[in-house]
Structures are given as C-alpha cells and as structure tokens.
C-alpha cells in the first residue's frame, strides 16, 4: 500500500495538540485528538462542535472522512452528528468534530483525549447524464425495507 502525503498545520502554538495517529499497524483511521483550552462537557442530548488544532491539505481525488470512535460509542454513547463527515480536499480551516451525546451521564472531553477518527480515501467524480428513463432493475424502485427484514 502506497501512502498518501497530508500536509498537517498545528494551529494552536499555545496549546500542545497531538498529531493525528495510527494506533496499531491494521488501523484504517488515524486518532483525532481534542484541543481545548477547557474541558467540555457533554450532557446527554447535547451535540457540541470539538475543535482538534490542525489544519491539513488532502491531495485532489482523495477525502478526509470523520468517524466515530468505537469505544466511545459503546461505553459512552458518544457519536458523530454528520457521521462520517467530510474534510473535502480543498479546505484548509481546522478540524474540527460534531460530536454528540447519545449516552445518559454527561461526559467530559479533556485537551489530548481521542475524540474520533480520520480514514482518507480516494473519491471519483461522476459526470451525470439526463435521460427520459433509467436503465431497469429488478429492484426497481423499491425503497427502505423492500428487500426484506
């Protein structure tokens, strides 16, 4: 696997932020850490935008998607509002994550803790093309649970 260079800026000189980082040697998405002056803190219901202090440069034809952590969602009900979100190759302004309370207690989220994770993958642009009728299936138009439970 070749790997893809991203410019990375630290936007915060006063504040030590961590780099995004693979975990182990399998991962697919890098660690986003928080960057905060305070700590935050997230009541159940309450979705709050967690900036991370970088800025990065994604090459044209590739994506920063972010996701959810795992293991926040799943001891503390901790997930993304816009998930997966989209860092486009052509923003240079901070990362920052939409994250969200789904849990029952509040939850708080310090300077340096991994709140998400960035994969960054190959998108294609599409050409559309208008025509009277699309091409049939035997779908056809079926829709949410027309493929069964």
Do not use: W
């Amino acid at each position: 696997m070749e790997p893809v260079k991203i410019y990375i800026r630290r936007l915060k000189k006063n504040l030590p932020v961590s780099l995004p980082r693979y975990m182990t040697e399998g991962a697919s998405g890098m660690d986003l850490f928080a960057s905060l002056e305070e700590e935050v803190i997230l009541y159940p219901g309450e979705r709050r935008l967690i900036p991370t202090g970088i800025a990065v440069a994604i090459p044209e034809g590739f994506e920063g998607q972010i996701r959810p952590r795992s293991g926040l969602a799943i001891h503390q009900g901790i997930g993304l509002v816009n998930g997966p979100g989209t860092i486009d190759s052509d923003y240079r302004g901070e990362v920052s994550v939409l994250l969200i309370n789904f849990g029952e207690t509040p939850f708080t989220i310090r300077n340096g803790e991994r709140i998400a994770q960035m994969v960054i993958s190959r998108v294609f642009r599409s050409t559309l093309v208008e025509v009277e009728d699309l091409p049939p299936t035997i779908r056809q138009d079926g829709g949410f649970g027309s493929t069964g439970v």
